[in-house]
């Protein structure tokens, strides 16, 4: 995708230029030489040639996070920025001493945070933002996918994670909950579990509640092993309830109930009153095109990007403590968490 949306996208309208590719597996380097028609001599295996051999300015890294700290530092070696997939790492703390590196560096380093940057999600934030509604009180989102048998997912590697929901949809759909609600979350709980019908190792499956600094709060469904898919990736559902209106992003669609107080009380109501549909924002680039723009802006001056690394962190942050939650059964508290 980075090869054959993402980077073209930027490549066509003159932001990047692309000197090179690398990937341990010469296979996936079809991928260079097909979207980006990168000759065979810029397309390597090895990380540490593709750096000395070009004078280039940042990097992207879209490797698994276990695999990406050694990465990092032959990168900031080398004296480039980085554009990195999620989540930064593993785990929080490796997370931490890899924004340490990074400061230490003095260097600039920015996360793909898509789902936040997607088209639907962008209207929805922006709408709750207007003030138009009047305050958020609380949203709901709904991620139920069925990927129960094996290599389902596309990227097989989930099966064999500890957390795969959380690791690999999670960290997406919690980070955009905390965008949408406009504040830091205060609390979280968790329970994660995995289904006998289910071929993933670990917890395919949770439920969240989230209290954020402001006085939101929000709950989060997420699923991989449900019998269908009732709101698939990228086609999640959404709810936020403010004062003067329900806000409802059901499968890219966005619509506006507002709050009639001369409405007849409707009891026994079998479905909503009649909306009013919103458009989608108009834009020629979303998700990780569009933040591969918004990263060159930031490394020529504008301001600095909202999925910056110490931002970030805030999203390791809920990752984090949600697995604790779960296995703890309590809440947690998540900024406490960081500062620890």
């Known amino acids: 995708m980075w090869c054959h949306e993402f980077l073209p996208a930027n490549v066509e309208d003159g932001t990047v230029e ?4 690398v990937d341990r597996n010469p296979d996936a380097l079809e991928n260079a030489h097909e979207g980006l028609g990168l000759p065979e001599d ?16 940042f990097a992207t890294l879209a490797v698994p996070p276990a695999e990406r700290r050694p990465l990092v530092e032959s990168a900031l070696e080398h004296g480039l920025d980085l554009l990195t997939e999620k989540p930064i790492a593993p785990t929080l703390d490796e997370a931490i001493e890899i924004a340490d590196l990074v400061e230490e560096a003095d260097a600039k380093m920015a996360v793909t945070m898509s789902h936040r940057f997607d088209r639907d999600k962008t209207t929805l934030r922006r ?13 709901v989102m709904r991620f139920t996918q069925r990927y129960r048998q094996r290599d ?22 919690l980070d955009l909950l905390a965008s949408l609600a406009g504040a830091k979350c205060e609390q979280l709980y968790a329970r994660t ?23 939101v709060r929000a709950t989060y469904e997420g699923a991989t092993t449900n019998a269908v898919a009732l709101n698939g990736w990228e086609n999640e559902y959404i709810r936020a309830e403010c004062r003067d209106a329900t806000l409802e992003l059901d499968a890219r669609e966005l619509t506006a109930y507002p ?12 479905g909503p ?12 680039k979303w998700m990780n ?9 930031w490394r020529a001056g504008s301001e600095p990007m909202d999925t910056r690394i110490e931002a970030n962190l805030q999203s390791m942050a809920l990752i984090e403590a949600a697995m604790r939650s779960s296995e703890r059964d309590e809440p947690i508290a998540v900024q406490e968490l960081l500062e620890k």
């Not at 709408?127 to 949203?139: A, K, R």
């Not at 009153?273 to 020629?284: H, N, V």
């Open 152 to 173: 389902e997912w596309v990227a097989g590697r989930p099966y064999e994670m500890d957390h795969p929901l959380l690791v690999e949809g999670g960290v997406h759909h």
């Open 127 to 139: 709408q709750i933002q207007s003030g138009e509604y009047g305050p958020l009180d609380y949203l």
């Open 42 to 57: 810029r397309c390597y295996t090895d990380p540490e040639r593709a750096f000395a051999a070009h004078d280039a300015e």
């Open 289 to 297: 095109a569009w933040l591969v723009e918004r990263f060159t802006e």
């Open 193 to 215: 579990w995995n289904p006998e019908w289910s071929d993933f190792s670990g917890d395919s499956q949770v439920l969240v509640t989230m209290e954020f600094e402001n006085g």
């Open 259 to 270: 709050y009639d107080p001369d409405a007849e009380p409707r009891h026994n109501a079998t």
């Open 18 to 21: 692309v000197v090179a590719a």
């Open 273 to 284: 009153p009649e909306g009013e549909s919103i458009p989608l924002e108009d834009g020629e």
